[in-house]
């Protein structure tokens, strides 16, 4: 029965009124972020701060029962919108939410595949006169790594691959392969059959 509540409890994010995730804190099911590409410590657009949003994904993807993001939330829960983002995308003659659910849609699609990618269900919604996108994420049928920006200690930005897990309200990469073997028997059933080239839905 515990089960059978957290599935209903983390399905019922994804069509439920806004405000009642917005009066949640943070938990293995929901994650909040302020901006998807704008470092706000830094004041520009930003591979890594976006690579953050691609993490969560897949932790979702990757999880029993899935999960939700929203951005352009503070970790307060407060409102700060979307303006941010906006302004890096905008185009003249085009609305800014539809550029930025494309962008969003694309990232997600390189980062961890098609298949995958067909499990996330994005959402613009207004808030107190701001934006705010609910990323709703459905359980994977599969292993799903992603592929995301990281920095070397000389502060050089390269992309790799990473199997990501949410670990209570966090997200985590598993590194050590077995490690990895022993998330994937645990939560699909099964050990990958020929190694670490069939952890991944993108090789």
């Given amino acids: 029965m515990p089960r059978v509540y957290?599935?209903?409890?983390v399905a019922y994010q994804r069509a439920c009124p806004i405000?009642?995730?917005l009066g949640r804190r943070e938990d293995r099911h929901l994650e909040l972020k302020a901006t998807l590409r704008w470092d706000l410590r830094a004041g520009e657009k930003s591979k890594l701060v976006e690579s953050g949003t691609l993490k969560t994904v897949a932790a979702f993807l990757n999880s029993?029962?899935?999960?939700?993001?929203?951005?352009?939330?503070?970790?307060d829960g407060s409102v700060a919108g979307l303006d941010h983002d906006y302004a890096t995308l905008r185009r003249e003659?085009?609305?800014?939410?539809?550029?930025?659910?494309?962008?969003?849609?694309?990232?997600?699609?390189?980062?961890?595949?098609?298949?995958?990618?067909?499990?996330?269900t994005t959402t613009i919604h207004?808030?107190?006169?701001?934006?705010?996108?609910?990323?709703?994420?459905?359980?994977?049928?599969?292993?799903?790594?992603?592929?995301?920006?990281?920095?070397?200690?000389?502060?050089q930005v390269s992309r790799r691959?990473?199997?990501f897990v949410r670990l209570n309200n966090g997200t985590r990469a598993i590194e050590v392969q077995v490690e990895r073997e022993r998330y994937v028997a645990q939560r699909w059933g099964r050990r990958e059959p020929g190694g670490e080239s069939d952890l991944t839905d993108r090789i």
């Fill in 6 to 9: 957290e599935r209903a409890r």
């Fill in 19 to 21: 405000g009642e995730l």
């Fill in 64 to 75: 029993e029962f899935g999960g939700t993001l929203l951005i352009g939330v503070a970790d």
């Fill in 93 to 120: 003659g085009k609305d800014d939410s539809d550029l930025f659910l494309l962008h969003l849609n694309q990232l997600i699609e390189n980062a961890v595949g098609l298949a995958a990618a067909a499990n996330v």
């Fill in 126 to 155: 207004h808030v107190d006169g701001h934006d705010v996108c609910r990323v709703h994420v459905e359980p994977s049928g599969h292993p799903v790594e992603a592929e995301v920006a990281v920095a070397d200690r000389r502060g």
């Fill in 161 to 163: 691959p990473a199997f």
